[in-house]
């Protein structure tokens, strides 16, 4: 079945350093690839998405490419601050044939925490 | 827009028991989901509703969970009895369409069995 692999946290960075969250996944066909938030205390809220092989997702300084080759959508932020410290989630909506339905699967997480 | 409201937000019961959420989604929403979020793991789909029919409940535990959404707007998500391992935040979600896209979460009931 279809599944998300996500590197396991906590990762700890200071300021201003580079992030990468890796996740891969399994799918058969084309899925859509996801990034959600989770902030502390609060709701999942879509951070950004790709819906096909080579397409780049980007929003709030936050990036990631749709890997077909190898099967991979990594998270990316050049300069990382306080205020993002939450946990991120890797996601993919695969289409089913019998019910042509498009579901979310998820990955476990990754707990970001960033240090003044 | 009014986001996706559920509740209660939290609960605590004694296993054994039984307990019910509720889910108003975003108004003209016609894609319902519940999701099971246990402590330190990603979100698992339970079930999913196109308007008032079932969609997918292929993970929903049918033998003491059981979901209904009468008239295609609010939701209804029963656990009888409850088990310790059904401690989890339950997350329902909803989308214009059956296109996986457009997802808007709730904010959770936090359940605890004790």
């Known amino acids: 079945g279809d599944s998300v692999t996500q590197m396991e946290g906590p990762v700890t960075l200071s300021e201003e350093a580079f992030l990468t969250i890796n996740c891969t996944y399994t799918?058969?066909?084309?899925?859509?690839l996801f990034w959600y938030v989770q902030y502390p205390g609060e709701g999942l809220q879509l951070l950004l998405k790709a819906t096909k092989a080579d397409d780049k997702g980007s929003n709030k300084g936050f990036e990631a490419t749709y890997r077909k080759e190898t099967t991979s959508f990594h998270l990316e932020k050049g300069s990382v601050q306080v205020s993002d410290s939450a946990v991120y989630f890797c996601?993919?909506?695969?289409?089913?044939?019998?019910?042509?339905?498009?579901?979310?699967?998820f990955g476990s997480g990754t707990r970001l925490q960033v240090q003044p | 827009e009014a986001g996706v409201a559920q509740s209660p937000r939290y609960k605590i019961i004694e296993k054994r028991q039984s307990v019910a959420f509720w889910c108003n989604p975003i108004?003209?929403?016609?894609?319902l989901y519940w999701y099971q979020q246990i402590l330190g793991q990603g979100p698992k789909l339970l079930i999913q509703?196109?308007?008032?029919?079932?969609?997918?409940d292929s993970q929903l535990p049918k033998d003491r969970f059981s979901a209904e959404r009468l008239k295609g707007v609010d939701s209804t998500l029963k656990i009888q009895p409850a088990k310790l391992e059904d401690s989890a935040v339950y997350l329902c979600?909803?989308?214009?369409?059956?296109?996986?896209?457009?997802?808007?979460f709730g904010s959770g009931t936090r359940l605890t069995v004790v």
């Open positions: 509703f196109q308007n008032n029919g079932v969609v997918d």
């Open positions: 979600a909803s989308s214009l369409a059956l296109t996986g896209y457009g997802y808007t």
């Open positions: 799918a058969t066909g084309y899925p859509s």
């Open positions: 108004s003209g929403h016609a894609t």
């Open positions: 996601a993919l909506s695969a289409r089913i044939e019998d019910t042509g339905r498009r579901a979310l699967t």
